[in-house]
């Protein structure tokens, strides 16, 4: 009887998948010249009478997304008439299960009224064809974006794109729902700058509430469909979803974004704890920037943020002010004057130039304080890549004369520059090893052109005239 019951039900499921794969073969291939509301004469192109499918925009593990034209916004002389309708692609239950599965998809992401997220208006179903419509993203997926054409998106644009992305699922946690299958391919960028996450197709609520009390068990007890490369080890291990298996999808997009390069080279989470793989740390991030990625990518959840509010906040950190910088500027101020942020590499040598009389940092207005600090950073994050005079218009030099001309003799930017000009010593003595005396001496004027008056370059230079 058992047996029976289960070939029956595989037969189904059979007729079921042969049926959609017939159906999409002949939407698909409906030539393109078909005019709005005439019909194929094997399958019609109108769902509901009232959308007409026009092309297809995605394809995935669910089913397939079509642009369609909107009847009753054309009707209403709508000047954008087109929507989204995501056709549901038969799973291994019942049709009933079916038409559910996509309801609780669309119900979820309903909840999710943000900026960053699709917006999801109904599901529906034609005869056997579940569908889900929503809003038509014009613009490109950021799977298409990364590395086009070997070009890195501008690191301004990269860290904005990470934001949003992140702004979304801090709305959708807050919700309870966690994405689970978080990819660039899921991330569109449209042709307005606005960031949309889309395809809550397999999300859980991590937290049963009232709005979602109601049978959260489809496809429990079975692996949704990840996407292996930028799922957590949780994640590939079937364990139950939690915030943090988004942080480490978000950071994987994260790295690509900034660096063009999948973290792992696209081996998957557990792959690269086995094999020990360690990301590259990226270039222009601070030390704390950095920290921050590399915590999102980390192997276990326990050594990931706690939220992905946590996250972003540790990846852009805002410098506070009020009641912290009370308390912090006489500190620093004191380590500034005590030189014990960091040890000098030399004493101060008779062939500097004049400096005004030093002032103490304490006494710099609340603004100049400010500006200061900002410009270290920016300053430190240049060093931390050996953006030392490149490129033009923003690298360690710029930051640390900006500063000078704030707080002549201050300690750190001198000493900034002073590393800087250690640099040119070291380029100077290799060219000078090799035989190429024009161009040690050319990096020597350099170097004292940045640091006037360094000890070690005025004692090069004197040992090549």
């Known amino acids: 009887m058992a047996m029976s019951t289960g070939s029956n039900n595989t037969d189904e499921q059979d007729n079921a998948t042969l049926a959609w794969s017939e159906k999409t073969k002949l939407l698909e291939q409906t030539p393109p010249e078909l005019k709005p509301g005439q019909n194929n004469n094997k399958v019609k192109r109108t769902l509901k009478d009232r959308f007409i499918l026009d092309t297809v925009i995605a394809r995935g593990g669910m089913g397939i997304v079509f642009k369609a034209r909107d009847l009753r916004k054309i009707e209403a002389m709508d000047d954008d008439p087109y929507v989204a309708i995501k056709l549901l692609k038969p799973?291994?239950?019942?049709?009933?299960?079916?038409?559910?599965?996509?309801?609780?998809?669309?119900?979820?992401?309903?909840?999710?009224?943000?900026?960053?997220?699709?917006?999801?208006?109904?599901?529906?179903?034609?005869?056997?064809?579940?569908?889900?419509?929503?809003?038509?993203?014009?613009?490109?997926?950021?799977?298409?974006?990364?590395?086009?054409?070997?070009?890195?998106?501008?690191?301004?644009?990269?860290?904005?794109?990470?934001?949003?992305?992140?702004?979304?699922?801090?709305?959708?946690?807050?919700?309870?729902?966690?994405?689970?299958?978080?990819?660039?391919?899921?991330i569109i960028l449209t042709t307005d700058n606005v960031i949309k996450v889309l395809d809550f197709g397999i999300a859980r609520a991590f937290q049963v509430n009232k709005m979602l009390a109601v049978n959260e068990t489809l496809n429990q007890g079975s692996q949704p469909a990840l996407t292996p490369t930028y799922a957590s080890c949780e994640m590939l291990k079937g364990k139950t979803p939690e915030p943090r298996d988004d942080i480490y999808a978000l950071a994987c997009i994260a790295y690509e974004l900034?660096?063009?390069?999948?973290?792992?080279?696209?081996?998957?989470?557990?792959?690269?704890?086995?094999?020990?793989?360690?990301?590259?740390?990226?270039?222009?991030?601070?030390?704390?920037?950095?920290?921050?990625?590399?915590?999102?990518l980390a192997a276990k959840r326990e050594d990931r943020p706690e939220s992905i509010k946590a996250f972003i906040q540790d990846l852009f950190p805002v410098r506070?002010?009020?009641?912290?910088?009370?308390?912090?500027?006489?500190?620093?101020?004191?380590?500034?004057?005590?030189?014990?942020?960091?040890?000098?590499?030399?004493?101060?040598?008779?062939?500097?130039?004049?400096?005004?009389?030093?002032?103490?940092?304490?006494?710099?207005?609340?603004?100049?304080?400010?500006?200061?600090?900002?410009?270290?950073?920016?300053?430190?994050?240049?060093?931390?890549?050996?953006?030392?005079?490149?490129?033009?218009?923003?690298?360690?030099?710029?930051?640390?004369?900006?500063?000078?001309?704030?707080?002549?003799?201050?300690?750190?930017?001198?000493?900034?520059?002073?590393?800087?000009?250690?640099?040119?010593?070291?380029?100077a003595k290799g060219y000078s090893k090799n035989g190429n005396q024009q161009m040690a001496r050319g990096l020597i004027k350099e170097g004292l052109g940045i640091r006037p008056g360094h000890e070690a370059l005025l004692k090069l230079q004197k040992r090549l005239k």
């Open 91 to 186: 799973g291994n239950h019942s049709a009933k299960k079916d038409f559910i599965n996509l309801q609780r998809e669309t119900r979820k992401t309903q909840m999710l009224s943000h900026p960053n997220i699709v917006n999801v208006h109904d599901f529906d179903r034609d005869g056997e064809i579940f569908m889900m419509t929503m809003e038509y993203l014009r613009g490109e997926a950021l799977s298409e974006i990364i590395g086009k054409d070997k070009a890195l998106i501008p690191r301004k644009e990269a860290l904005q794109i990470i934001k949003s992305i992140g702004q979304a699922l801090i709305y959708a946690h807050s919700k309870n729902i966690i994405h689970c299958d978080l990819k660039p391919a899921n």
């Open 320 to 427: 506070q002010k009020g009641r912290y910088r009370i308390w912090a500027l006489p500190l620093i101020s004191s380590l500034l004057l005590l030189g014990l942020f960091i040890i000098l590499p030399r004493q101060p040598s008779e062939n500097d130039l004049p400096v005004t009389p030093a002032v103490p940092f304490e006494a710099l207005t609340q603004d100049k304080q400010e500006e200061i600090l900002d410009l270290l950073e920016i300053a430190d994050a240049h060093m931390m890549v050996q953006r030392y005079t490149d490129p033009p218009g923003s690298n360690a030099y710029i930051a640390y004369r900006k500063i000078l001309e704030l707080h002549p003799s201050n300690k750190l930017a001198l000493t900034g520059l002073d590393r800087i000009a250690d640099t040119y010593v070291n380029l």
């Open 258 to 296: 900034l660096t063009g390069k999948h973290p792992f080279n696209r081996k998957t989470c557990t792959q690269a704890n086995t094999e020990g793989l360690l990301p590259i740390p990226v270039e222009g991030l601070s030390r704390n920037q950095w920290k921050a990625l590399s915590r999102g």
